[in-house]
């Protein structure tokens, strides 16, 4: 890890003048790598291709869709335990839209202009890896079915680092009006997200406390200063992101990432079952009767399925949510065999009792949309 040698404390002070001298940067400076800067444009670069190559890819910019956050990386329970724990990490770097992205990139380029010349590029980059997985992991404990994604946990973090060497030292950070407004916009973007119900809560406070912890670490390591000090607590900065990191799965039910794969497979024969109701209306019967017949057997399949998630080590929550799914699926496997009946026999008196089962179905089905 990079650290500050114990001959320039001064140097610490020199550093930071720096970079609170508004006029020493241009935006071309704020833009390009240069000695002793280039842990903040390459986060900002990596941002930027990433949100760029989404654009390309046909998301959109404005308020992208939620599959295509979770297809290119974005931290959602069923997925994050399920696929891999990369998305802890790619997460940060998918936006929910240009605002979001625009709001994180300024405040990112003025933490980081203020953090690099004191924290250094390596400690820096190795802060912003911590709270970014600090952030994530927090909000994949805190939340079930919360999609998340943006770096504000991290930049949150980066407030707090702020923060602790401000009061920790307060001669090596002056506070310019420039950094008054990405406080503003930090918050101030938080506050809005939160009124639309989109904020995640605990990626930030989680970012913010580690950020205040991993500052408090910094400005005790650079009193009485030594290499062996400042080495041990960034170590000891990784061991409290990994111990949370076990608490969070520790804390997590044990099958609940196989749990969210067998709810793919129902929701893939459920799509499959339905496609009966694709067909024209001129389809010939046997053509019609062959398709209600692959479907029960999906109908079957999913009831099969939904049984062994009974099985599972999962939360109440969970389980009194099968109950619905298992319903509704039951409600669906005997209105198949009535059509299927109907379609036998060729005739139209199972139309009544059909019609039943079909609003049956469609109050189970907003049963489990209102399901929290």
């Given amino acids: 890890m990079e650290h500050i040698n114990s001959t320039d404390e001064d140097q610490l002070h020199e550093s930071s003048s720096k970079a609170n001298d508004t006029t020493a940067f241009t935006i071309q400076n704020l833009l ?7 842990a903040t444009p390459i986060l900002l670069f990596l941002n930027v291709i990433i949100f760029a190559v989404m654009a390309l890819n046909n998301v959109d910019i404005i308020e992208p869709e939620k599959k295509d956050l979770i297809d290119w990386g974005a931290n959602f329970r069923p997925f994050t335990l399920n696929e891999g724990l990369w998305r802890l990490v790619s997460s940060s770097f998918v936006h929910n839209g240009l605002l979001q992205f625009l709001c994180n990139m300024f405040v990112l380029i003025s933490f980081g202009r203020v953090l690099e010349p004191l924290l250094g590029t390596v400690r820096l980059l190795y802060f912003f890896l911590l709270l970014t997985i600090l952030s994530a992991g927090a909000s994949l404990w ?4 919360f999609l998340s994604v943006g770096n504000s946990g991290a930049l949150f973090g ?6 602790t060497v401000y009061f920790g030292r307060n001669e090596t950070i002056s506070l310019k009006k420039e950094l008054w407004i990405a406080v503003a916009v930090l918050i101030g973007f938080y506050v809005f997200y939160s009124i639309k119900g989109l904020s995640d809560n605990a990626a930030n406070f989680s970012g ?34 990994l111990g949370f990191l076990i608490f969070v799965f520790q804390s997590i039910p044990s099958d609940l990432g196989k749990y969210f794969s067998k709810m793919e497979i129902i929701t893939k024969a459920e799509t499959e079952a339905l496609e009966v109701y694709n067909l024209p209306q001129n389809t010939d019967n046997n ?8 479907g029960m057997e999906k109908w079957v399949q999913c009831e099969r399925v939904i049984e062994e998630c009974n099985q599972l080590n999962i939360t109440d929550k969970y389980k009194s949510k099968n109950k619905l799914v298992a319903k509704y699926i039951q409600l669906r496997k005997e209105s198949y065999e009535l059509i299927l009946r109907a379609l036998q026999e060729n005739s139209n008196k ?10 049956r179905i469609l109050q189970a089905m907003k049963e489990i949309e209102n399901f929290k």
């Fill in 287 to 294: 053509i019609y009767l062959n398709e209600v017949q692959k």
């Fill in 350 to 359: 199972y139309n009544n009792e059909i019609q039943q089962y079909n609003d």
């Fill in 208 to 241: 913010l406390g580690g950020g205040l912890v991993f500052g408090s670490f910094f400005v005790l390591s650079t009193k009485n200063y030594s290499s062996a000090k400042s080495l041990s607590y960034q170590f000891l900065s990784m061991l409290l992101v």
């Fill in 158 to 163: 980066m407030l707090g680092i702020i923060i």
């Fill in 32 to 38: 390009t790598p240069s000695k002793g800067y280039y």
């Fill in 142 to 145: 805190y939340y079930t079915s």
